[in-house]
């Protein structure tokens, strides 16, 4: 391995501040005094530049935070914001895209297929109503209706003689209360 390679794969822990370098350095590095001191001087500046890059930040923050205090921004509307954005952002993508058109498809087809299903229905009803058991089971049924309700023209459908039925039962228990109001 070269001495970059070397670098790179190293898992010495990094010093704290404060630490002296020289002391992390292994025994297989010896580095000249000068070497040393430039480290050191190299050291200091970047540490200083850590700090003074902290203040700025922190400085830039403040503006910051002082220019969405006079636009009203608080942080509510920063969170609506950023949530909106974020649903643009994966609308956009080109997975929603592909999914959002799957999904669409797949209900065209599921509508088409219900509204076949639904045909479907309707067609075998009519059949059924137009079958010759059904007409025979109208035609009892017409014949009971004729019995028990008296004569009345022939000619009626199903839901007719339904419907009759229904009135006829309704108004049965009406009258019953009528006669024992009469009766006392």
Known sequence: MDRGEQGLLR?????????DVVATIGATETLSEEEQEELRRELAKVEE?????????????????EIKRKLGINSLQELKQNIAKGWQDVTATSAY??????LSQAGQK???AFSSVGSVITKKLEDVKNSPTFKSFEEKVENLKSKVGGT???GGDFGEVLNSTANA?????ESLPEQTQASP
Not at 11 to 19: A, H, I, L, R, S
Not at 169 to 173: H, I, R, V, Y
Request: charge should be negative.
């Open 169 to 173: 039962s309704a108004t049965a228990p």
């Open 49 to 65: 530049e850590i700090q003074t890059l902290s203040q700025v930040l922190a400085a830039k923050e403040k503006h910051l935070a």
């Open 11 to 19: 898992t010495d822990p990094v010093p704290e501040e404060g630490e």
């Open 152 to 154: 009345k023209p022939a």
């Open 97 to 102: 895209k592909k999914t959002s058109e799957t």
């Open 110 to 112: 599921a509508s088409a």
